[in-house]
């Protein structure tokens, strides 16, 4: 009677573990202004701008009382966007068997990208005093950027994370 295991495959790769991530992570933007954050930069400007256009208007620049509330709907109006924007998202996992990029737009719009482990190369644009400008994954003549949308720290943390795993995917192989 032969001793291991009959589910064994021939070349040495577990077939229920072959498609497990070794490396999995979500990917969101940067945002720098919480929504606490946004309500008292927004009640912050707005006692600015009443009190100023309150001045104006008594000095007789009445005008000047309507381009402040224009800049408060401008703000306004810009900060939500930038909100909206920070529900976007990527989505980077790499398997023994795939890489796959996927990014979620802030309208739910889905595209993914999916490559072979084996051929996928990691590049890197860095700066002195900036830090981590791009980080692309590369297969073949494909280049997709990753986290672009994250900050220098944040993408030198995911740069490690995708070169590990990428070098233990090859290893194993």
Request: charged fraction near 25%; aromatic fraction near 8%.
């Amino acid at each position: 009677m032969a001793s291991g295991n009959i589910h064994a495959h021939p070349d040495g790769l577990d077939p229920d573990t072959i498609d497990r991530p070794v490396f999995q992570a979500t990917i969101r933007p940067h945002q720098s202004l919480s929504q606490d954050g946004f309500k008292m930069v927004m009640i912050g400007c707005g006692l600015v701008s009443v009190v100023t256009s309150v001045a104006c208007v008594r000095a007789g620049f009445w005008p000047v009382a309507g381009f402040f509330g224009l800049d408060m709907i401008g703000l306004y109006v810009a900060l939500k966007v930038s909100f909206r924007r920070g529900r976007s998202f990527e989505e980077v996992m790499i398997s023994p068997i795939e890489v796959m990029l996927a990014r979620v737009t802030h309208r739910g719009e889905r595209r993914e990208w999916r490559f072979n482990p084996l051929w996928t190369k990691l590049t890197k644009v860095e700066d002195d005093e900036y830090g981590m400008q791009t980080l692309t994954l590369v297969s073949r003549r494909e280049y997709v950027v990753v986290a672009r949308d994250a900050s220098p720290p944040e993408r030198e943390v995911i740069a490690q994370g995708l070169t590990r795993a990428l070098a233990q995917v090859k290893k194993g192989f």
